[in-house]
């Protein structure tokens, strides 16, 4: 089964997947592609080691938006759109892809824009608990709430990708507690690790649960 990873950072969730690939917790799948929005993501280099290679692409906002001068945010996630159709991919991960993507590449990956394509899966991961936390530092956000002592935990979780931002059906959630007195980084280190392992199983039950395409 093929799966197309979009990133735009270290990369330590595609490397989960990566990991994972033919072993029991991802059997029979491959990654496709990894796409990035920043040329400077590590997670390309992570593909490129990888063994055998991953092929990766790259395509950044802004250079996108001065080389085609008139063509506009939606114009490029058609691209990024198009980049992901072309891999022929069974699903389609975002681990760390820091960009909202538009109703347009949702109709595109959903079959909407064009018939010939069968619905393909997009699933989003998420460093907190459903309907807490949507959008950017979502982290730091359920730091400082523990803080005031609003919540004892939090958590991380992968979703479908739908056009409200980080508001998809949950696939897999898992809580993570907050210790008293610790740090952001000792909560930011167990969270990560959850991380790693629910977009494995996420991508997992995904894939057993589509036919390929
Ligand atoms: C993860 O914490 C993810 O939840 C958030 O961005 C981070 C990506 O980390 N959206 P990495 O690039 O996979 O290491």
Excluded at 4 to 20: E, P
Excluded at 26 to 31: M, T, V
Excluded at 100 to 113: H, P, Q, T, W
Excluded at 166 to 175: H, K, L, T
């Amino acid at each position: 089964r093929r799966i197309t990873v979009l990133i735009s950072g270290s990369g330590s969730n595609l490397q989960a997947l990566i990991d994972a690939l033919n072993t029991p917790a991802l059997p029979n799948a491959e990654i496709v592609l990894v796409l990035s929005n920043r040329k400077a993501a590590y997670g390309l280099t992570r593909a490129a080691e990888a063994s055998p290679p991953i092929p990766t692409a790259y395509l950044a906002l802004q250079p996108y938006l001065k080389q085609n001068p008139g063509k506009s945010r939606e114009d490029y996630d058609a691209e990024v759109a198009q980049i992901v159709l072309r891999s022929k991919p069974d699903l389609v991960v975002l681990a760390g892809w820091m960009h909202i993507l538009s109703e347009g590449f949702l109709a595109l990956l959903d079959g909407r824009a064009d018939a010939a394509t069968s619905p393909i899966p997009v699933i989003n991961l998420h460093p907190a608990l459903p309907g807490e936390f949507d959008g950017a530092s979502a982290i730091e956000r359920a730091y400082e709430a523990f803080q005031r002592g609003e919540i004892t935990r939090s958590g991380a979780m992968v979703h479908r990708v739908v056009k409200d931002v980080d508001r998809g059906e949950p696939i897999v959630v898992r809580e993570v507690p907050f210790v008293s007195g610790e740090p952001i980084e000792a909560f930011e280190t167990r969270l990560h690790a959850v991380e790693h392992e629910i977009i494995v199983e996420a991508a997992k039950k995904v894939l057993e649960t589509t036919e390929s395409s």
